[in-house]
């Protein structure tokens, strides 16, 4: 079964535009969340997290939006850069003893073209 | 960047063969994570350590073995090689925080 859904394997968009990368996920203890960027031949590296007591966390041109209710979190890039393009993997956790775990979803690779 | 390598980065091995990959951080992280990555799974974590001498399983760790004897160090044993594992891995270390650092990873094909 699995808890942290990324639907949409690719996307693809132009260069200053707006990328939108969607996970869902069905573990409702599930209280922190946190997007990975991954280069081809590297190690995933993070990106922005959000806590469940908020429902937006802003870092440069890096926006993640929560919605609790909806069992969904957003990352918003603007504008996108062609060196944005990557994998992008959503990982959750919840604080109940939890060790720090993560369960992270299947990725999206984000293309941007120049 | 957290100080985490792996070795080796590349291996090839036989059927049935035993095989360990080490991983090795320098920021005196608590936690330290063992993941598999493969096409269409995303990141699966396979082990996990909490502490010196403190594993856990994770949710794929059939056929696989961890110890940790040092802060430091972290390895990850298959002790008989199967084609299923063949995959890359990944290393990951944190402190008492969400966020893990990852190492380079280790592609591991299994002939």
């Known amino acids: 079964d699995q808890q942290v859904k990324q639907n949409s394997p690719s996307l693809s968009v132009q260069e200053g535009r707006i990328s939108i990368l969607n996970c869902d996920y069905t573990?409702?203890?599930?209280?922190?969340f946190l997007w990975y960027k991954k280069y081809p031949a590297e190690g995933p590296t993070f990106l922005i997290s959000?806590?469940?007591?908020?429902d937006k966390n802003e870092d440069g041109r890096f926006t993640v939006f929560l919605n609790k209710s909806a069992k969904h979190l957003s990352l918003h890039i603007v504008p996108s850069q062609p060196g944005d393009s990557a994998v992008y993997f959503c990982?959750?956790?919840?604080?109940?003893?939890?060790?720090?775990?993560?369960?992270f979803g299947k990725g999206t690779l984000l293309t941007v073209n120049p | 960047d957290a100080g985490i390598t792996q070795s080796p980065r590349h291996k090839v091995t036989e059927t049935g063969t035993p095989v360990t990959l080490r991983c090795h951080q320098t920021?005196?992280?608590?936690?330290m994570y063992w993941y598999r990555q493969d096409p269409g799974h995303g990141l699966r974590l396979i082990h996990y350590?909490?502490?010196?001498?403190?594993?856990d399983k994770g949710e794929v760790s059939d056929g696989y073995s961890v110890s940790r004897s040092k802060t430091e160090d972290f390895l990850l044993t298959l002790e008989s090689a199967t084609s299923s594992q063949t995959s890359v891995y990944f290393c990951?270390?944190?402190?008492?925080?969400?966020?893990?650092?990852f190492g380079p990873g280790t592609r591991l094909t299994v002939t």
């Open positions: 573990n409702s203890m599930f209280d922190y």
């Open positions: 920021e005196n992280h608590r936690y």
């Open positions: 990982a959750a956790s919840w604080s109940g003893g939890s060790n720090y775990k993560l369960t």
């Open positions: 990951a270390s944190g402190s008492s925080s969400y966020e893990q650092y």
């Open positions: 350590s909490y502490g010196v001498k403190d594993t």
């Open positions: 959000i806590s469940s007591i908020k």
